[in-house]
């Protein structure tokens, strides 16, 4: 188990499947968490290995992508359903949850990714 | 099939993104967008959609869906009307006065997005400027927290990186500087790539505020995981610049410190212009997100977590945005147009939707349709439907109608709904 700090955001995959969310793509553009070269070697993880990532919020179990320009102890998710299963729903009175920045644990899995659908209904 | 030559094509606008690219054009014999990036093109081809509006699933008419839409929004106590960002003025409009009337919650994408920016803007005002003017005299940009290259990608082109104009007449004559927690796809097209420390994005700001002002032993070796020398060259750079912009995006929104960052971050600019010209401007993201902002603006003052319930507009971010009124289940009903809190909500937030009746307006499916009672299909305005929407930078724009479609437009399932509210209210 490593400690990581989580970002979620943006990317070109998920804007382009975000008009399309019950399909494959999208599962595809949002459902994987990028961690450093150093954490995912240190978890033993290989391509197409899953994790599940726990925060004080919740957790979710995505798919794990190798990302060589990734700083060691962050993760990437990108902004979804899958993030926001983690992320800090508190806004300090802004309106507005903190969608990065939160600290978490990430741990090898042989447990399921839910679809989409499913995972609104865990919800 | 040869390809269709571009003046046989009809010019469009683009309605994906906060960019608003007005150069863009259409094949409708194929259904096929050109010029688009990846984003615009793939809102500009043919996909699922909501095939009839729908009550607990089963088929039925538009009229009758709007009918029990209306019954559900008056039997609440206090519904929220949520969304509003991908549709344009009009449907805004008239969102603003049903939520007025059936005393429910406006509130709008912004409140996940750049609205923190909105409560630093009413603190310290903005220094601004139009995407024209980036295009044409910004010889120094500055991405901070924002990814262009994925979220608006045709940006860096037409107006921030590559964009020719009157002084910037190359690419050379530009420095662009990406400030951010990863390396992004847009860290790679930076003449300088600061890398930062998640959460630090104020205590860079301050540090960069003493440089300017000349204060650097107030400034320690290190900050945020930033070098003072490197500090120092980037107070320089921003202070030699003869039009500058700080264009930031989400990392500085959705981080530790939220509005103060943004907050901070003004008082920069500030310090900036005295000096030379610096604007600081928000990287909007869906394409009339800012209308969706200003509409409720001059109807009734407030941009976004606006109360009707006492008959009256009340403002109060902490109390009526989207996610403390569902954080706190504070809403009975809610009608959710051309956005999907399903998908983009925290699942504390999810978890009270689903509880509760929901009404949808969209073009195409989402994970909000699958929990709603009511949905309601729509055109898709740009290409369906027409209307004006607000380019990041405010400048409107007449977004067009070129295909017919039995799909009605948001304007007009409105205009329905608020003829019914107002007949069952006897307002009329
Ligand atoms: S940059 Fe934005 S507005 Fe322009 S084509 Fe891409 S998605 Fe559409």
Known sequence: ????????????????????????????????????????????????????????????????????????????????????????????????????????????????????KELVEVI | MPETKEEELTNVICTFCGSVCDDVLFDVEKYKGKKFCKLGSAKFSKKERIKAPMIDGKEVSYEEAIEKAVEILLNAKRPLLYGWASTVNEAIRLGVILTEKVGGVYDQCASVCHAPGTLALIEEGVPGGSLGEVKNRADVVIFWGSNPMEAHPRHPVRYSVRAKGLLIKDRKDRKVVVVDVRKTKSANMADLFIQIKPGYDYPIISALRALVKGEEDAVPDEVGGVSKQQLKELAELMKNAKYGALLYGLGVTQSRGRDRNVENAIKLIQLLNRHTRWIIWPMRGHYNVVGAGDVPAWEVGYTYAIDFSRGYPRFSPGEFAANEVL??????????????????????????????????????????????????????????????????????????????????????????????????????
């Open chain 1, 1 to 116: 188990m490593i400690e990581v700090e989580i970002i979620s955001g943006r990317t070109l995959d998920q804007g382009a499947t975000v008009e399309e969310k019950l399909t494959d793509e999208y599962f595809k553009a949002v459902n994987y968490c990028e961690l450093s070269e150093d954490d995912f070697n240190a978890l033993g993880l290989a391509e197409g290995d899953k994790v599940k990532i726990k925060t004080e919020f919740g957790e979710v179990v995505v798919f794990a992508v190798k990302n060589k320009d990734l700083q060691k102890g962050m993760a990437f998710i990108p902004m979804g359903p899958y993030a926001n299963m983690i992320i800090d729903p508190s806004t300090d009175g802004t309106g507005m949850p903190q969608f990065k920045g939160i600290k978490g644990v990430v741990e090898k899995t042989d447990e399921k990714v839910l679809t989409v």
């Open chain 2, 327 to 428: 954080q706190r289940g504070d809403c009975d009903a809610a009608l959710i147009i051309a956005s999907d809190p399903v998908a983009h909500f925290p699942k504390a937030s999810v978890a009270h939707l689903k509880k509760i009746p929901v009404i949808q307006i969209d073009p195409f499916p989402n994970m909000t349709t699958l929990i709603s009672k009511v949905v309601i299909p729509s055109a898709m305005a740009g290409l369906e439907a027409e209307g004006t929407a607000y380019r990041m930078d405010g400048i409107p724009f007449r977004v067009k109608k070129i295909i017919d479609t039995e799909y009605w437009s948001d304007e007009k399932i409105l205009e329905l709904m608020l003829e019914k509210v107002n007949e069952k209210l006897g307002l009329r």
